[in-house]
């Protein structure tokens, strides 16, 4: 989802098994620091592009490793490298945040974008989508963009008629949950069975876990995208690592 979109709704209920220790294998990284930029916006109504100032970015695997959210919604820091990583972000009067789980190469991470909800937008979001969120269960959020999004997203540019799929599956009351798109006021709609021009779609109270999801549509290819589900988070998969189009 993009900090774009104008809702006044919830967010999600279900549950399915795990592995006894799904988190096992969830450990920090110990290659070369490597430089990781990215900018954290407010998703919420009436929010679009207001910057989470003086928000802790920090990486979940290793929560040592932080930084702070500067005055324009930019950050920066210097985090390890070798394998998959999850960012969280975490603000009082926010819901506390998660990114997708990215593999940080030697390169480092040039823009790595945040949206994120206040607790009342969050608990509005819920509403809406006729959700109770379960705090030993996460809640997950992403946005299917079109080829050529701006970096970090921007209003209507998802690319609609997409069907989004997780791995492994969850019971239907989980999701896919769409945004409806209706004269620029957008919000989860249980009735859509595919994205609309928002490209916005929510899983609901997804069991602790590690996840994969992706996006079909004709004539179209998306990236896919990795989710370390963690209990009571909003994991927000926000562009511009979301579902993109290739």
């Known amino acids: ?10 967010l999600l209920a279900a549950g399915c098994g795990g592995s006894d220790d799904p988190t096992a294998e969830w450990v920090a990284n110990t290659g070369p620091l490597v430089h990781v930029t990215g900018m954290a916006f407010v998703f919420g109504p009436n929010d679009a592009m207001l910057t989470v100032q003086d928000a802790t970015v920090a990486v979940a695997e290793s929560a040592a490793v932080t930084t702070k959210v500067e005055s324009d919604g930019s950050f920066a820091f210097d985090v390890p490298s070798g ?26 991470i040039a ?42 997203g921007g209003d209507g540019l998802g690319a609609e008629g997409a069907v989004v799929t997780i791995e492994p599956p969850l019971p239907a009351t989980s999701g ?38 992706t996006a079909t549509k004709a004539d179209a290819q998306f990236s896919p995208v990795n989710i370390r589900c963690r209990p009571g988070v909003l994991v927000n998969a926000a562009p511009p690592n979301g579902l993109q189009q290739l």
């Open 83 to 108: 394998g998959p990583t999850t960012f969280s972000i975490a603000k009082d009067g926010f819901h506390a945040g998660q990114s997708a789980t990215i593999d940080v190469g030697s390169g480092g």
């Open 176 to 213: 896919p949950i769409y945004f409806a798109y209706d004269n620029g006021t957008i919000f989860p709609d249980r009735s859509l069975a595919a994205t609309t021009m928002d490209g916005g779609v929510i899983f609901a109270n997804v069991p602790v876990g590690d996840y994969t999801l």
């Open 1 to 10: 989802m993009r900090s774009s979109v104008v809702v006044t709704g919830v």
């Open 111 to 152: 823009m790595l974008g945040f949206q994120t909800p206040t607790n009342a937008a969050f608990d509005s979001l819920g509403v809406i989508a006729r959700v109770t969120p379960d705090p030993a269960a996460c809640q997950i959020a992403t946005t299917v963009s079109r080829s050529g999004t701006a970096p970090y």
